[in-house]
């Protein structure tokens, strides 16, 4: 089955730069990847997805970009504020019920 | 307007119990889905649920039975509770995802903790 590797685990940004969380992704057949934020104590929610046939999309302060040649992906925050302080989960799924997460990653933006 | 529900949000218990926890989705979602968040915040699915039908069934133990009544509802039966069953379970729906994939909304989540 799909596996889905999340890199760093803990990541601490200084308030205003940029924050950069990379996945790479096993089964070439993926064709959907969506990023979900949880925060502390609270339910994971999807804050982009990317699907195959886009290279990048990108909402306001948050961007994704897709190498499907590679297999991985990242999600890039800007102009980081501390309400951005969660965890982030990547996933990936060939489109069907199957979404194989990652392990997550803390992003800490101190203020 | 609450979109995905579960009750109870905490739940204690002992080992060998038996216990049940209930999701409910007012989104006109036709899948529903069980994961388990353990310690470390891995979240592994559990359960997949089109419109009644099981199609996800993950290693999981047999103790776990899924019920889902109608498409609205999915819920979880844990027989047997063992200590490492403590964890958060969530409930999520999405529409059917088809082949181009779907967004999920989570539930709140049901932290389990057995003693």
């Known amino acids: 089955g799909e596996n889905v590797e999340q890199h760093p685990s803990t990541l601490s940004v200084q308030e205003g730069d940029s924050a950069v969380i990379k996945c790479t992704y096993s089964d070439s057949a993926s064709n959907y990847f969506p990023w979900y934020k949880q925060e502390l104590g609270k339910r994971p929610q999807l804050i982009i997805d990317?699907?195959?046939?886009?290279g990048e999309k990108k909402d306001q302060r948050i961007a994704v970009t897709l190498n499907k040649t590679a297999k991985h992906f990242s999600l890039h925050i800007t102009e980081t504020q501390p309400e951005d302080s969660a965890v982030y989960f990547c996933a990936a799924s060939r489109g069907n019920n199957r979404l194989a997460f990652g392990k997550g990653n803390q992003v800490v933006v101190i203020p | 307007d609450t979109a995905v529900s579960q009750t109870p949000k905490y739940l204690v218990t002992q080992m060998g119990n038996d216990k049940s926890i209930k999701c409910e989705q007012n989104l006109g979602h036709d899948t529903m889905y069980w994961y388990k968040q353990d310690s470390k915040k891995f979240l592994k699915i559990m359960f997949s649920?089109?419109?009644?039908?099981?199609?996800i069934n993950e290693t999981v133990p047999n103790r776990f039975s899924p019920k889902s009544p109608d498409k609205a509802h999915l819920n979880l039966h844990i027989n047997s509770l063992e200590l490492g069953d403590s964890a958060v379970y969530f409930c999520?729906?999405?529409?059917?995802?088809?082949?181009?994939?779907?967004?999920?909304?989570f539930g709140p989540g049901t932290r389990l903790t057995v003693t």
């Open positions: 649920y089109n419109n009644k039908e099981l199609i």
């Open positions: 990317i699907r195959s046939n886009v």
């Open positions: 999520a729906s999405s529409h059917h995802p088809g082949t181009g994939g779907a967004e999920q909304y």
